[in-house]
């Protein structure tokens, strides 16, 4: 992107395409707690766009709405509103067949797909993203939604049988573990929180959920239809400042699972503010700094095609994102030229716009920060290798390619989570090996080449360091039944559609010794259909 365009990047107000403007900013004052969608009298929190508008002769970031900055109180009445719903597991929902629970998620789906158009154009103002990758995001949880009532159908459907072994007469079923708090990232606002919400709902447990801080009005649309889908307080919403919401609930020991999607510094305290560690169960997606290993005798048209993906689809904000790559030194030169290229050729702009690869950052101050993490590298003997790299208008940064990075800078080992990619070149394959083992991080590596015995041989160890070895493709998530999770500081906790369901559940089972008396006990239960756990209902 040349100078003079990424001057003019941020259109007037009344050049936005009219189907994608906020004509006023939305005032959300609506929370739903215990059945209700509630109205909020106190203090608002701004919702600030990234994307700024040019008035007059000033850029500013759009002010979009504003949402609650609820307190302490109304995060524990959401909270008893959970427990009360789940009732120490003798509520209407934890108790109802699988069967039932289904219809109310599928009920829940449709209402949902009517909010489309809403919750897509406030993924592309609240977080900044493409319009295809807003679209991508929203369908991919619709999606995933289908596949988890199919997977619990399944796996309801293996549990409706009665096992006998040495004398014994068993049904083994997956129960729910209680009130889940969930809570997802600005990058997947609607996906990631919905990764663990549907599952968690689906299985019987109560759910508390609140959404990151950037990405908040665009469940605005769907509060209405959690209110109907659901009985009452099985599902309950809370926004505000994370200290004065959720270390309530942490301390208040009654939260049974955490399901958090974003740094290890939050999640440990979260994880410390509960006073009976041993009884919260934990689903944690953390940090992660992959790395792609280019080898010599790679496809460079394709390496490069898959690592400008991996390492700057929606900017780099990613958790999957490639974050450092590790090029062999007989072919560094070739790679940086034709990648700078590649980088180079990336559209910058409005999120609506067609063919839009990079956006503005909706973090505040991630321009200044990532500025930073630049200069580190280059008062330490890195340069800025590609045309207009690292140049700044307010939120947005044209993607940087940064090379060559040692260990000395902090490209080498933070996670920058935007638009800047950081090449080291090596000698010695021991030199990424290395770095794969001592970085705190495993969630997922690339190996880029054709040698087949040498991608061999670094697979064997890479899948004991990491939890998904990509061959000659960029890191991902998908697809969605694939596990997803990660070693050290990266994960706790596996998530796929059916792992999902196993991780907010715990396997529980009514077993009698094979009498007579038992017998008739279990057949009367069964035949009479009185039971909703001792049964033989086979889901069509
Ligand atoms: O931010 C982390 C996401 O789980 C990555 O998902 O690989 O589909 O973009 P993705």
Known sequence: MTDELLASMFPADDAIPDNYRIASPIEQRQYLCDGAIKEWSGPQQDALSPICVAIDDTVQQKLIGSYPLLTEQQALEALD?????????????????????????????????????????????????????????????VDYIRDTIDALKDLDRVSSRFVIEQGVIGQIRRAPLGVVL????????????????????????????????LGVLLHQPLLEAFRDSFPRGVVNTVYGEGQKVIGPLMKSGRIDVLAFIGSSRVADILKQQ????????????????????????????????????????????????????????????????????????????????????????????????????IDDARTKGARLV????????????????????????????EEQFGPVVPIAKFTDIEEPMNYVTQSDYGQQVSLFGSDTELIADLIDPLVNQVCRVNINSQCQRGPDTFPFT?????????????????????????????????RGIIKSIVTKRISRFLSTDFIL
């Open 81 to 141: 509103a959970a427990c009360r719903a789940y009732d120490y597991g003798r509520g209407a929902w934890p108790t109802m067949s699988v069967e039932e629970r289904i219809g109310h998620v599928e009920a829940f789906a449709y209402r949902m797909k009517e909010q489309r158009d809403d919750v897509v154009k406030l993924l592309m103002w609240e977080i900044g993203k493409t319009l295809p990758d807003a679209e991508k995001e929203f369908d991919r949880t």
């Open 182 to 213: 969930c809570m997802g990232p600005f990058n997947y606002p609607l996906n990631e929180t919905f990764t663990t919400l549907i599952p968690a709902l689906i299985m019987g447990n109560a759910v508390i959920f609140k959404p990151p801080k």
């Open 274 to 373: 509960h006073p009976k560690p041993h009884r919260l169960r934990c689903v944690l997606g953390l940090e992660a700094k992959n790395a792609g290993i280019v080898l010599r005798d790679t496809d460079l048209d394709h390496t490069v095609k898959e690592c400008t993906l991996g390492a700057l689809s929606y900017n780099g904000q990613r958790c999957t994102a490639l974050k450092i790559l590790f090029v062999h030194e007989e072919i560094v030169d070739a790679f940086i030229t034709k990648f700078s290229d590649a980088v180079d050729k990336l559209k910058g702009g409005m999120p609506w716009d067609a063919g839009v690869q990079i956006t503005p950052l909706p973090e505040p101050n991630k321009t200044k920060y990532l500025t930073e993490l």
């Open 386 to 413: 590609n045309e207009n790299g690292g140049t700044v208008n307010h939120t947005f940064m044209s993607p940087a390619v940064v090379y060559p990075v040692g260990p000395d800078m902090r490209l080498y080992s």
């Open 486 to 518: 990660g070693r050290k500081d990266s994960a706790e906790g596996t998530l796929s559609v059916s792992d999902a369901l196993r991780v907010f559940t715990i396997r529980t089972l009514v077993a009698a010794k094979e009498t007579d008396a038992n």
